[in-house]
């Protein structure tokens, strides 16, 4: 039914070269560069509206630093600013970070290494790193993660603390658009993909979920229900 | 502990958890080969979802705006087969005119 090649079973070890690697590293650096500046945008923002929903400026940056999850950072303080309790702002931000389950075990077997390395460079993952980092073939390609997920991860923090202690925001980043470069990111990854029929049906069944449970799911919910359209797609 | 610490460590530790549980659960085991197939269709079943969530999900459901915009115009590069750079440069600079204009 399907042509797609196979993908290498077992410990993945990364045998190519310094220089290759370090070249795929400046490649993820490279790519993740034009997302850095709409995170930055986007973390000034979250720093400030942490600010107003009553989250100290050492809090908001400890939270960026380890949700590293825009969207789950942000729904946990609007739920906060709006009055809602402590469990509803956790339960709507653990929600929409139940993907990073999934997603650590689709890295893991390319993360190397002592069990402290595979901590740290896991903690690089997010959708835009682990994205730039898919090889389309259900690889991924660790030097470029990291090289992704540290640019990334550097202009959310820093942008974080730019936004909570105080500095007014530059620009909304809404009107620059930069809300707009996130869904068009993916779906620039997404695309290459399209051509293998297998996983344009399973892409078109998770759109489906993700667009019919968006309108009655509480955020997050339709992401985590769309990644399960991949066991369909699971050959038996 | 004031309820925005509490949120702070409860959401960040369970997040640093939920990120490290695979690659140190897994370390560099091999997966079933179901496993490895589902892992390998993960990728366009999430992006996917990500792409619709981004694009069309507002506060309460739903929400077509200036941001479908700038998707239809990413689309319309991809078709041109512009790199991604440009694609996505293509839909933020879309998305914010269509705000200033309309």
Redesign the interface.
């Known amino acids: 039914m399907s042509t797609?090649p196979q993908?290498p079973?077992?410990?993945?070890r990364d045998e190519r070269s310094g220089a290759e690697q370090r070249a795929s590293l400046w490649a993820g650096v490279l790519?993740a560069v034009?997302?850095a500046v709409?995170f930055a945008g986007f973390g000034v923002a979250f720093g400030s509206l942490a600010r107003t929903?009553?989250?100290?400026p050492v809090?908001?940056v400890?939270?960026s630093?380890?949700?590293?999850?825009g969207s789950?950072?942000f729904a946990?303080v609007s739920v906060?600013g709006a009055g809602g309790s402590?469990a509803a702002?956790?339960a709507a931000?653990?929600l929409l970070?139940?993907?990073?389950?999934?997603?650590?075990?689709?890295?893991?077997?390319v993360?190397?290494g002592p069990?402290w390395r595979?901590?740290v460079?896991?903690?690089l993952?997010v959708?835009e790193s682990w994205?730039i980092a898919?090889r389309?073939?259900?690889s991924f390609d660790r030097a470029r993660l990291i090289g992704a997920g540290a640019v990334l991860y550097l202009a959310w923090v820093t942008s974080t603390a730019v936004g909570a202690l105080g500095a007014s925001v530059l620009a909304d980043p809404?009107?620059?658009?930069?809300?707009?470069?996130?869904?068009?990111?993916?779906?620039?990854?997404?695309?290459p993909?399209?051509r293998e029929r297998?996983?344009?049906a399973?892409?078109?069944?998770?759109?489906g979920?993700?667009?019919v449970t968006?309108?009655?799911a509480p955020?997050g919910v339709?992401?985590v229900a769309?990644?399960?359209?991949?066991?369909l797609?699971?050959?038996r | 502990m004031s309820?925005?610490?509490?949120?702070?460590v409860?959401?960040?530790?369970?997040?640093?958890a939920?990120?490290?549980?695979?690659?140190?659960l897994?370390?560099?085991?091999?997966?079933p080969?179901?496993?490895?197939?589902?892992?390998?269709?993960?990728?366009?079943?999430?992006?996917?979802?990500?792409?619709?969530?981004?694009?069309?999900?507002g506060p309460d459901?739903?929400a077509v705006d200036?941001?479908s915009l700038?998707?239809a115009?990413?689309?319309v590069a991809?078709l041109l087969r512009a790199p991604?750079?440009v694609?996505?440069?293509?839909?933020?600079?879309?998305?914010?005119?269509a705000?200033?204009i309309l």
């Open positions: 797609m993908t079973v077992g410990p993945i790519a034009p997302l709409a929903a009553g989250i100290g809090a908001a400890v939270l630093a380890t949700a590293f999850a789950a950072q946990a906060l402590v702002a956790v931000a653990v970070n139940a993907r990073y389950g999934p997603i650590g075990l689709s890295v893991a077997p993360l190397g069990w595979r901590l460079v896991g903690q993952v959708d994205a898919n389309g073939n259900g809404r009107a620059l658009g930069l809300d707009a470069a996130f869904p068009a990111l993916f779906l620039a990854l997404l695309w993909q399209l297998r996983a344009a399973v892409a078109a069944l998770g759109a979920i993700a667009l968006l309108s009655f955020p339709p992401i769309a990644a399960a359209a991949c066991l797609g699971v050959r | 309820p925005a610490w509490t949120i702070v409860v959401v960040g530790a369970a997040t640093v939920l990120k490290a549980a695979g690659p140190l897994l370390g560099s085991h091999r997966l080969a179901g496993v490895l197939d589902a892992t390998r269709l993960l990728a366009p079943a999430l992006l996917a979802a990500l792409v619709i969530t981004q694009a069309v999900a459901g739903l200036e941001r700038g998707l115009a990413a689309v991809l991604m750079l694609v996505i440069v293509a839909a933020a600079a879309t998305t914010a005119l705000r200033l």
